[in-house]
């Protein structure tokens, strides 16, 4: 998805000093609040923390309009960083405030959908995709309405609706006119996951392979060389499979992914799941397991989950095996209409 629009421009430096001057808060509180906007666009999370501070001192004299702003700020600022869970009580909150206030706002719409589909909520996302899409397609924004329908196939794909996901995925491609070469890796990368799920894996292959290539990016293409081991791994290529796990475990680590460290890791245990099992058991327990709870991961939640059970039942200690599956099976009810294996 494009991270900044177009007709993006960076804030004159005459207003920045003028407003240095200004102590009126109706004046000021506005400046900052789509400040913080504009750093979160040009992702310039730093600045946006130093405002975010500030902005707190502030909030008692806040408008509703203004804390509409803020909490959908705030809520794509969690989204940036990958704290999903608040980013999903900032932004649900925006959009009690919109509710009483009726304001047609198709950017909260979309991050709605967005982090909806991140924490596998899909029918909530799929919902406000759809209203998202409506609002853009009225204003013409073709751009947004494009990543729009991306969400709808990564939701559809999700639930296991692959010829919807296709269909919204394949009408990104039809009128996609971005030049930006990480605009179509996503792009295929979805595609490839579409036909990773229908086990079309030569499919998926030269897809995952044609998103690498347009990123060109060790750093960028981390998820895609995840998805590729994924797809090595069903198609029984276990040493090509082997050997980009362990680069994909590197550069994770290089660039301190640590929800794709724990991922490749994962991966790591099915092609060698008799490694060093008690580190790998204290591991899994007591690091990644709370990591992916905390950041509603629940995909890797539940295989973390069954893999400790498996390891505690291999050595006999079956009640504590029962509780982890336990745990495990909870996850799959609560999240029965939206949970999907991957």
Request: overall charge negative; proline content about 2%.
């Amino acid at each position: 998805m494009s991270k900044i629009e177009n007709d993006i421009v960076t804030p004159s430096k005459e207003i920045s000093n003028d407003v240095a001057t200004v102590t009126d808060h109706d004046l000021l509180i506005p400046y900052k609040i789509f400040s913080l906007r504009y750093y979160l666009l040009i992702m310039q999370l730093d600045e946006a923390d130093l405002l975010l501070i500030d902005l707190n001192k502030h909030q008692v004299f806040f408008t509703e309009v203004q804390n509409l702003h803020y909490y959908k700020f705030l809520g794509i600022y969690y989204n940036s960083k990958g704290q999903l869970t608040d980013a999903l009580n900032a932004l649900t909150h925006a959009d009690d405030i919109n509710s009483q206030l009726h304001i047609a706002d198709p950017e909260l719409q979309f991050y709605l959908a967005m982090v909806y589909s991140r924490v596998d909520k899909i029918p909530d996302s799929i919902t406000h995709a759809h209203n998202a899409l409506e609002l853009f397609q009225k204003h013409f924004n073709y751009t947004r309405a494009s990543d729009c329908c991306l969400i709808l196939g990564i939701s559809f794909n999700l639930v296991g609706s692959y010829d919807k996901a296709e269909y919204y995925i394949k009408k990104v491609l039809s009128f996609n006119e971005s030049t930006d070469h990480q605009q179509w890796a996503y792009i295929y990368h979805n595609l490839a996951f579409i036909h990773y799920n229908t086990t079309d894996y030569q499919k998926a292959l030269k897809e995952i392979d044609q998103a690498i290539a347009y990123e060109n990016n060790d750093k960028e293409n981390i998820p895609a060389f995840h998805l590729k081991a994924m797809i090595l791994i069903e198609k029984g290529d276990l040493q090509a499979a082997d050997m980009l796990v362990k680069k994909g475990l590197a550069l994770a680590a290089r660039y301190n992914n640590q929800k794709f460290e724990y991922k490749f890791f994962m991966l790591m245990l099915r092609l060698h799941p008799n490694r060093d099992e008690k580190i790998t058991l204290a591991k899994v327990e007591h690091d990644i397991i709370p990591y992916f709870k905390e950041h509603g991961d629940f995909h890797e939640y539940h295989k973390a989950l069954n893999l400790v059970g498996d390891y505690y039942y291999k050595y006999r200690a079956y009640k504590l095996a029962a509780e982890f599956y336990n745990e495990a099976s909870l996850t799959l009810i609560n999240n029965h209409d939206t949970f999907k294996e991957v």
